[in-house]
């Protein structure tokens, strides 16, 4: 039993971090993905901030749901309440980033506080409840919390190799139809293509 556990904690991990990537195949998050990725250090910060936050939302959302709303009844509140948890996460990392990382916390700018509003936050806190996992055992709270931790991971690993490129890409005689946002677009349909590959490898 345990050790069926593990195995299936691992399959979530590598399916929702690359065979499913929540940016390069779920196409979820897009807005932080190209507006901070033009540094990897900013782009690197900003994906440790989404890790924080989707997997601790994942956890407490994940209670909240079971042991608040479903007994209560009040189910379809789940999306009001589950910003209000992802919300008060993102207000706690920016405070601690405005006073350890000041530096950090002006080059993310506006997209930090958009984290709130993320669409790939949101929906994996929503996942978790409605569509994959059952939150109702200890094991099935696991496996949401290595959903949530394994989708961000996959955006940061997403947005770090886009950062990347985006570096190396300065030095490049871009075409001038393609410079700036065009060729930031063009770079992430390859690499949403070459994500794409994985697809099918692990079918959850």
Do not use: H, W
């Amino acid at each position: 039993m345990i050790m069926n556990t593990f195995l299936q904690v691992i399959l979530i991990f590598v399916s929702t971090s690359i065979v499913n990537n929540v940016v390069l195949s779920r196409f979820l998050g897009l807005c932080p993905f190209l507006g901070v990725s033009k540094k990897v250090e900013t782009a690197a910060g900003m994906g440790g901030a989404i890790i924080f936050v989707i997997t601790l939302s994942s956890f407490v959302t994940g209670l909240i749901y079971k042991f608040i709303l479903v007994p209560s009844g009040f189910q379809y509140l789940q999306t009001i309440v589950f910003i209000l948890v992802i919300a008060a996460l993102v207000q706690f990392i920016e405070m601690v980033l405005k006073k350890n990382m000041p530096a950090l916390y002006k080059s993310l700018g506006v997209y930090l506080p958009l984290i709130t509003t993320n669409c790939a936050v949101l929906g994996v806190a929503l996942d978790n409840v409605t569509k994959y996992y059952d939150v109702g055992a200890s094991a099935d709270l696991l496996k949401g919390v290595v959903y949530g931790f394994g989708t961000s991971v996959g955006f940061a690993i997403s947005i770090i190799i886009m950062a990347s490129i985006r570096e190396k890409m300065e030095d490049n005689d871009v075409p001038e139809a393609f410079k700036g946002t065009g060729i930031v677009v063009v770079t992430a349909g390859l690499m949403s293509i070459a994500f794409c590959g994985f697809s099918g490898v692990i079918s959850l």
